[in-house]
C-alpha cells in the first residue's frame, strides 16, 4: 500500500505508515484560513484492503492553523476511482466511517487489489484537465485562447461565446480560481459555457443577448501545486485590487492580467464571480451556499438605473438560489476586491456566489453555476 501526494493538485506532507493499514499526513497550508484542503492518492498492492488516514493541520502554521483546519469540519470527504469526472462522499460508500478530532480528521476507504483511490476534502478539477476541456468547448464553437501566462508559464484559458441576436448585448464577464482549492468555482464556470453551448431553451434565449467570456481558473499554478488559496507569488487575489480605479496595479501577475483587460478592453456590465467554502459548522441549512454584497450600493453606482439593476440581481442572489443558506445574511464585499473596482469604475453589476464544497460533487457545481447565472439573467432587462 502508498500513499502519496506528489501529483497535479496533490496535497499532503510527512506522509508515513502509522501500522499496517493505517497512515498519517498533513495538510500543507498556506495561511489559516487557508489551511484546510489536502488530496493524496491511495494506491494498493497485490493484497488491497482498509486504510486509516489521520489527517492533521500544518503544523507550519500553529495554533492558528490548527484551529484554521480543524474549523472547517465536521464536513463529508470525497474520493474518486480514476475518472476525475466522478466523485463520490466517503460516507455514501462507507457509512460511519468519518471522525473529526480536536486533533485531526480521521477517515477510512477500502482499496481494491491492485487498484487506487483518490481522496480529498473536497472534489478536485486539475489544470490539464480544465486545459482538455476548454479544447472541447472550442470544438463545440467557443472561441478559446489565453488571457496570459501565469507566474509559473502556464495559459490561463479564456472562453468567448459571443452574443447570437442582433441587440446590444450584455457583457459578462463569468470568473473563477481565485483560491484554487475551491474546485467547485470553476467547475461552476464550466457548467455555464456548457449550458450556453446545449439546445436547451434558455440557454439559447440567453445568448441572444448575452457576450459571454468566460475565465474559469485564473490561479492555475496554485491549482497544479495544490494550494489551498494562495497565488505561488505569495498573494491572496481575492484582495488584491485595492486601488485599482486610482491606478495602483494588483500584486500578482495573474491580477495584472485580469484587471488590464478588463479595463481597458471588456468593461463588462455583469461579472459572476464564484469562490467556495468547506464545512458546516455554524451554517444553517442545506447547500450551505454563500454571497457578497455591497453594504451601501448607492455609493458605488452613480447612475439610478443601475443602482436599481444591481438590487435586482441582489435580490435574485436571496431569492432565486440558495445564497443565504450558510449564514442566513450576505457576507460584505469589500474595497480591496475586484468587484468594487468593477463597479466603481465601470458601474459593473458584480454577483458574488460561494459554493459549499462539501455538498457539491461535479455536476452539483456545474449545475449550481448555471443555475446561478440563469437566475441573474432572470433578473435583469
Ligand atoms: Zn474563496
Redesign the pocket.
Known sequence: MRVTSDFECGNGKSIRRVAPGHWSLEEVGEKAPYCKYFCVKVEAGDDGGPVRLDIYPDPDLGEEGRVGMLAHYPAPLWFCEGDYDHWVRLTHRWPGVERYGPECVSTRVVVPPSGALTVASNVVLPYTRLVAWAARMAERGAAVDSLGKSHEGRDIPRLHLPATGRGKPIKALLLSG??PS?HC?PLAVCGIAEFLLSAHPEARAIRERCDAWLVPMINPDGNVHGRN?WTLEGVNQ?TDFAGVCDGAAPKAVEDRLLWDWLSEELRPDLSLHF???LGTHNFADPPCDGCYVFERPERLYSSPERLEQYRAIRDALYWDTPGLSARSRPGTLSPDMLEWGLAARFGTLVPFY?INHAFHGVQAARRKGADVFRALMRALP
Open positions: 481565485q483560491h475551491e468555482g488559496g481575492c469562490h467556495g467554502y460561494e
